[in-house]
Nanobody, 114 residues
Framework: QVQLVESGGGLVQAGGSLRLSCAASGIIFSVTTMGWYRQAPGKQREWVATIANGGTTTYANSVKGRFTGSRDSAKATVYLQMNSLKPEDTAVYYC????????WGQGTQVTVSS
């Protein structure tokens, strides 16, 4: 059974940093393409970043240059380092196993105060 467990969310002031983690289990992690998404109150869930199985990363324009995705295959974990946070980054952040399978984590709340 595939499980994705996020951690690392919290409350931070604008300009601060947080690092989110997503630990995967139940699958051969090295073959996965992982992604981060977020959903702000009253808005649709949106894509934030993709971390491919070779480590290649792509980002939404809204976070490019501020967020960095990475993965540690030995720990079966992906990370999202978020710097220069803005109030508009406030959302529930979700980890997703884009392939194979399309699994989602439970989400972790990130709140950025102005």
């Amino acid at each position: 059974q595939v499980q994705l467990v996020e951690s690392g969310g919290g409350l931070v002031q604008a300009g601060g940093s947080l690092r989110l983690s997503c630990a995967a289990s139940g699958i051969i992690f090295s073959v996965t393409t992982m992604g981060w998404y977020r959903q702000a109150p009253g808005k649709q869930r949106e894509w934030v970043a993709t971390i491919a199985n070779g480590g290649t990363t792509t980002y939404a324009n809204s976070v490019k240059g501020r967020f960095t995705g990475s993965r540690d295959s030995a720990k079966a974990t992906v990370y999202l380092q978020m710097n220069s946070l803005k109030p508009e980054d406030t959302a529930v952040y979700y980890c997703r196993m884009i392939s194979p399978g399309g699994y989602w984590g439970q989400g972790t709340q990130v709140t950025v105060s102005s």
